[in-house]
C-alpha cells in the first residue's frame, strides 16, 4: 500500500511539474494581443465562481472592477459579491517594468505578484492571504487569463497549498461597451 502512495504521489508531483512548465509564449496565440493596461483601463464586469479540489462549486460571484492608468501604473479596484451576500474589495497596482511584464501589488497579497503577457495570453502568479476564521493561510495562485477577438477575457487561476491542488477559480471579463460573441453571427443560418 505504501508503494502505490508513493507512486500517486511521485505521478502527481510530476503532473504539477508539466503544468508549471507552461508560459505566456506557449500558452497563447499570437493575437488579440492582451496588454494589461489597455484593456482593464475604465469599467470590467466579470462572472465567476470557485470550485473545490474536488471539481465541486463552492461558490460564484461577480465583479465590478475600475481601473485607472497613472504613467507606468494601474491601479485597478475590484468590488466582489458572492452568492452568499458577502462582499470583498481588492485594489491591485501594476506597474510595467518591462514589454510584457509587470509586477502586481494588493493588500491581500504577499510580496509581490509576477505578471507576464505574450500574445492573447496574461499569467499571473502571486500568494494569496485567505481569511480562515480568526486567522488567514496563504495560499499560491497560478492565475491564467486568455483575450478573445471581440473582447470577452476567459480567466482561471489554480490555487494550491505546499504543491497541492485546493481549488479553481473560473471568470469571464467582459467590457460594458463589448461587441457581442462572434458565434452570435452565426444564429439563424
Not at 37 to 63: C, H, N
Not at 80 to 108: C, H, I, M, P
Not at 109 to 120: D, I, Q
Amino acid at each position: 500500500m505504501r508503494k502505490i502512495a508513493l507512486a500517486a504521489a511521485a505521478a502527481a508531483s510530476l503532473a504539477l511539474g508539466a503544468c508549471s512548465t507552461l508560459t505566456p509564449q506557449t500558452n497563447s496565440q499570437p493575437t488579440p494581443n492582451f496588454v494589461l493596461e489597455d484593456y482593464f483601463q475604465g469599467r470590467t464586469y466579470a462572472y465567476g465562481l470557485f470550485e473545490g479540489r474536488d471539481t465541486k462549486l463552492q461558490r460564484s460571484f461577480t465583479v465590478v472592477a475600475d481601473g485607472v492608468l497613472a504613467g507606468d501604473t494601474l491601479t485597478l479596484h475590484e468590488q466582489f459579491l458572492w452568492n452568499d451576500g458577502e462582499r470583498q474589495t481588492r485594489t491591485w497596482t501594476f506597474k510595467k517594468v518591462a514589454s510584457g511584464r509587470y509586477e502586481g501589488r494588493a493588500g491581500d497579497v504577499e510580496g509581490v505578484a509576477n505578471v507576464t503577457t505574450s500574445g492573447n495570453a496574461l499569467r499571473i502568479q502571486y500568494k494569496l492571504r485567505l481569511p480562515m476564521g480568526k486567522s488567514s493561510i496563504v495560499v499560491d495562485v497560478d492565475d491564467w487569463s486568455h483575450l478573445f477577438a471581440d473582447g470577452a477575457v476567459i480567466n482561471r487561476a489554480d490555487v494550491s497549498k505546499f504543491g497541492v491542488h485546493v481549488g479553481r477559480i473560473t471568470l469571464t471579463f467582459v467590457k460594458p461597451d463589448q461587441k457581442r460573441p462572434v458565434a452570435e453571427g452565426l444564429v439563424g443560418q
